[in-house]
């Protein structure tokens, strides 16, 4: 410590004259070894099934080769087109199409593009399959712009070639405009009309949704770890237990319980009717909406809240509040000023942990959210396994991803990571 | 700031139980004037640490009434009895500064901020810490995280400071030193200070009285010499200090004085202290240091013994011998620094006055 203090630039060296830092990495470097090999199962498994999925994913939100690769001629010749000259493409392009088509139809691989392309302007996919039926009868004689505007009439609109010209390069940002409600028009990239917008708003119910759970989860749990880490051994067991149960549940009856309970013929209707709280009318709507979601996953999610916060508690000693009551505070005052702050890394650990693992949740809100209380993954969910536009999923997923990122850098200025322990 | 502010103390039949089964202090009975040092001292277990915090009024009285100046405190809540509080482990609050943690019980109490300040600055100095404010208790050593302890508990002017074995965590050099700091403290305020330990040295150190605890009783209440001089039954004698038990029977009972004849037919001349009439058995204590090998054959009690095992500790030499069929009899020898001709396996006589050995109850 001493020497390196004083004087940096002196290296110090073993006995026999070698470098000091390199004795000690050759030393060490048996023990790395070890390490790497005992975690390297781990290490493989996890680059196979977790880095290698994502990284494709953050990839597919902007690759976009299926037009280049299918029509290599067309977009070639394309390249030479101006898209907002208010004219149809010359011949040769048509040709080109003419050429691509044809492998693409063998290969079978214009449907695909169509379906591609259809996100983008509903109608290319049934462009495509129909030009795939009539492309092996056309004549290499004739003028093929005729014939691909008699064989559909869009291969004369405009918008169809512009959409194709659009779209042509490998890469896009068409993905992340439409995770944010935005398209490129005419006079470059504008707001999708009002009616069409989805993502945006869906992105900040996701969030405000996750911020209530959030807040009900530490609302709920904090009395609950308190009593865990005040009550004596064998009582606080037990009631760790009952915080576990739901572990033990499959989500899915955890969930429809809700259902059952919730609904407006359920049981928590029922008894509010029956005790004369609410007429039989007015039954409330607790399900299948914001509430249903709110709800439903505060219970599911709050053991996460209840564990972090356990686990710092059980470090605060008790002795901290007797002492703060012997200085003449009162009960509230000693809780406030002494107990709480300590207790602030706890909440920090639950919060965040409540607060990512709400902000991707899926299922519950598929089943208990109705319309107004989805999240963003069932959209996500959505366009992975129904429309299967795979790219916009990847753009909302890299969306979401990096909105946890940000926050968690936020948390850290605000909060600091140091702040949260586990344990 | 000298003179005596002290609170006193009454505990009045005072029972503690936290079963129901079993008492944990039974029927206590203490005084505590104002201004003294007095130190509950006993083995873990022995309702000590039960009695102090039923004092601050974290665990409730069972049975009986506590009085602080004259008043009973069963029914008043610990924040508002004004009793300061040193810690086991300190319990200084780690999110807050030296000085915020001292600045806390006046915040509490609605002090203004200059006023605050000062009374901070001069408990920091009057534990010469007075450059730390701005620390946080884990960036201090263990010594001086202990000063600020004691520093907080006193800040606010309270009239009875209790302490819970306060020195248990530090070294043997340092727990020395704090052991005199402490005592100067309370030289200086005149406060009453309670204060829990198993540690008899730092009992003996500070104390102006020590009530000795086992089993919930209090042993004996007295001044540390009275206790190390006087022990009032085995117990005590066992627990202050080192202590040379022998076993026999008493033959004969003269006023203070009784006759107790050993196992291997010894006789012995000993203080009746704990023995009530002729044919008890009973067990004599006797300090090591009181035994004499040079002025044996003058003396009340003489027995010959022999020599197990010779140790040398510097400012005396601890000799182990076998006296009355006991091996464990311990002599502490002081080293004067001449040649003594002793060594192992002799056969020696040593003897001790009357006075220096009482006889107690019996233990095996």
């Given amino acids: 410590m001493f020497m390196s ?14 470098s000091l830092k390199v004795s000690l990495a050759r030393a060490l470097r048996r023990e790395k070894l070890r390490a790497l090999f005992l975690i390297a199962p781990l290490l ?30 067309t977009v070639n010749a394309l390249a030479s087109w101006d898209s907002g000259s208010g004219e149809l493409p010359g011949e040769p392009v048509y040709a080109a199409l003419h050429s691509d088509l044809l492998v693409a139809v063998k290969e079978k691989t214009h449907t695909r593009l169509g379906s591609r392309l259809n996100y983008e302007q509903t109608g290319i996919s049934s462009l495509f399959r129909k030009t795939g039926r009539r492309v092996k009868r056309m004549d290499d004689a004739a003028p093929f712009k005729e014939q691909f505007i008699a064989a559909d009439d869009k291969w004369a609109d405009l918008s169809t070639w512009q959409t194709l010209k659009q779209f042509s390069p490998r890469y896009t940002d068409g993905y992340f405009l439409a995770a944010v409600d935005a398209e490129r028009g005419p006079d470059g990239i504008e707001m999708k009309p009002a009616d069409e917008q989805v993502y945006i708003y869906l992105f900040g119910r996701t969030l405000l949704l996750s911020v209530a759970i959030t807040i009900s989860c530490l609302i ?7 009593l865990l880490a005040a ?14 149960l739901p572990f033990w ?3 899915l009856v955890r969930t429809s319980a809700w259902k059952v309970l919730l609904q407006q013929q359920g049981v928590i209707n029922d008894f509010l009717v029956w005790i004369g709280l609410i007429s039989n009318a007015n039954r409330l709507v607790m399900i299948n909406n914001q509430t249903g979601t709110i709800i439903a996953m505060t219970h599911i999610l709050l053991p996460f809240m209840i564990l972090p916060l356990y686990s710092v508690m059980k470090t605060i000693s008790p002795s901290y509040v007797r002492a703060a009551k012997s200085l003449g505070a009162n009960d509230w005052t000693a809780f406030w000023r002494v107990y709480f702050p300590q207790s602030v890394p706890g909440i920090g650990a639950g919060a965040v942990l409540v607060f990512i693992l709400a902000i991707g949740y899926y299922i519950t809100p598929e089943l208990v959210g109705g319309t107004s209380g989805i999240f963003i993954s069932n959209r996500i969910a959505y366009h992975i396994s129904s429309s299967l536009n795979w790219g916009l999923a990847a753009a909302l997923g890299t969306m979401l991803l990096a909105a946890v990122m940000i926050l968690f850098v936020v948390y850290d200025k605000i909060v600091g990571i140091d702040n949260v322990k586990l344990g | 700031m000298a003179g005596t502010r002290g609170a006193s103390v009454v505990y009045d039949s005072v029972q503690k139980s936290y079963d129901g089964e079993s008492l944990v202090v039974k029927n206590l009975n203490l005084d505590i004037p104002p201004g003294e040092f007095l130190t509950m001292l006993g083995p873990s277990g022995s309702g000590k640490t039960t009695c102090l915090m039923m004092l601050a009024g974290f665990e409730p009285a069972t049975h009986g009434e506590i009085y602080l100046n004259d008043k009973p405190i069963n029914n008043v809540s610990p924040h508002k009895r004004g009793i300061g509080m040193v810690f086991q482990n300190y319990a200084l609050f780690p999110h807050m500064t030296v000085a915020e943690n001292l600045a806390f019980p006046l915040q509490v109490r609605n002090m203004n901020k200059a006023e605050q300040q000062e009374k901070v600055q001069r408990a920091l100095e009057m534990v010469e810490l007075g450059q730390f404010g701005n620390r946080r208790p884990a960036q201090l050593s263990g010594g001086q995280q202990q000063r600020v302890a004691v520093a907080r508990a006193l800040v606010f002017d309270p009239e009875l400071v209790l302490m819970d074995e306060p020195l248990g965590a530090l070294d043997k050099q340092l727990r020395e030193q704090m052991q005199y700091e402490i005592k100067h403290i309370h030289e200086n305020l005149g406060v009453t200070v309670v204060y829990v330990t198993h540690d008899q040295t730092e009992a003996l150190t500070m104390s102006d009285r020590v009530a000795v605890f086992n089993d919930g009783i209090i042993q004996q209440l007295s001044s540390p010499d009275v206790l190390y001089e006087d022990p009032q039954n085995s117990f005590v004698a066992q627990f202050i200090g080192e202590n040379n038990k022998l076993n026999g029977k008493v033959i004969d009972i003269q006023g203070d004085e009784c006759k107790v004849e050993l196992s291997d037919g010894t006789h012995l001349k000993a203080d009746k202290v704990n023995v009530d009439s002729i044919g008890d058995l009973t067990t004599i204590s006797l300090r090591p240091e009181r035994v004499e090998f040079d002025d044996a054959v003058s003396m009340d009690n003489v027995v010959s013994g022999k020599i197990e095992e010779m140790i040398y500790l510097g400012d005396h030499i601890r000799v182990r011998m076998n006296v009355a069929g006991n091996d464990e009899f311990i002599v502490k020898v002081r080293n004067r620094g001449e040649k003594r001709a002793l060594s192992v396996g002799d056969t020696v006589k040593v003897g001790w006055a009357r006075n220096d050995c009482k006889a107690l109850d019996h233990v095996a």
């Fill in chain 1, 249 to 251: 549940t499959s989500l």
């Fill in chain 1, 5 to 18: 203090e004083t004087a940096p630039e002196q290296l110090l060296t073993t006995h026999d004259g070698r």
């Fill in chain 1, 220 to 226: 709920l749990g904090y009395p609950i770890a308190y």
């Fill in chain 1, 231 to 244: 009550l004596p051994l064998r009582t606080s067991n037990l009631l760790m237990i009952l915080v576990l």
């Fill in chain 1, 44 to 73: 493989i498994f996890v680059l196979l099934t977790f880095v290698a999925p994502i990284a494709d994913m953050l990839f597919r939100s902007v690759e976009n080769g299926i037009v280049e690769d299918t029509l290599p001629q």
